[in-house]
């Protein structure tokens, strides 16, 4: 019975490995982020983005975070290009998903400037920009919109497999996710603007788990 039951189990490939990374991506990553959100003093989810948390005393947690969480997304990338390797979307779709992981990396290395009164102690209002605060804007909005993208390439992928459910779920969280970006770059540090965000964070990383535990199955 035994060498019956390890004959029949199925192991884990190197692409079905990679893919669990995606999958397991997202809850780190928001797990770790509320954690602080709701701990660390002064910290209000309404009004402060998480990348703020790469600030003060603590700020080496949620650096680590975006390191681990980029590493993870990175190698959910290389885990799509085997799982799409024949069809559409076969080469966009890890490349967008490899450019977002990367701009991660880019977010911990060029942490947000302190703003709005956060970390504790920091004056109210916008603050100073220096060239790291620039750096992070510009890192981020170029991996949220190739984040977004994916979404709209992978879509495409599954529409022409015939998985329509799929499909419209893909598009409508690229959709979801995109609008929010605009919005909290637009809207000037208001509190819909940041929570409309963080619905759109979560739908990604949802997202994101659940596309890639899909096509583990087929990897």
């Not at 990553?29 to 005393?57: C, I, K």
């Not at 967008?96 to 970390?119: C, K, N």
């Not at 690229?174 to 919005?183: A, C, E, I, N, P």
């Not at 000037?188 to 979560?202: E, H, K, M, Q, T």
Request: glycine share 14%; proline share 5%.
């Amino acid at each position: 019975m035994t060498h019956l039951a390890h004959s029949s189990a199925r192991p884990l490939s190197r692409p079905r490995l990679l893919l669990a990374c995606g999958v397991m991506a997202g809850p780190m990553y928001v797990t770790v982020a509320l954690a602080q959100a709701f701990t660390r003093e002064g910290f209000d989810l309404a009004r402060h983005p998480w990348s703020f948390l790469a600030n003060g005393d603590l700020g080496w947690i949620q650096t680590l975070n975006f390191v681990l969480t980029a590493l993870a997304v990175i190698a959910a990338a290389a885990g799509l290009r085997h799982a799409l390797a024949r069809g559409r979307g076969g080469r966009w779709a890890p490349i967008l998903v490899g450019t977002f992981g990367a701009s991660m990396i880019g977010a911990a290395l060029f942490p947000a400037d302190p703003a709005m009164g956060f970390p504790a102690g920091t004056p109210e209002g916008p603050g100073a920009i220096t060239l790291s605060g620039m750096l992070h804007l510009a890192v981020g909005g170029v991996g949220f919109l190739c984040a977004s993208a994916a979404c709209y390439v992978i879509a495409s992928r599954y529409a022409r497999d015939g998985r329509k459910g799929w499909a419209w779920y893909s598009r409508a969280t690229g959709t979801l996710f995109l609008g929010s970006f605009v919005g909290i770059a637009s809207g000037g540090g208001v509190a819909w603007a940041n929570l409309a965000f963080i619905a759109g964070i979560l739908a990604l990383w949802t997202w994101m788990s659940l596309m890639s535990l899909n096509l583990s199955r087929s990897a």
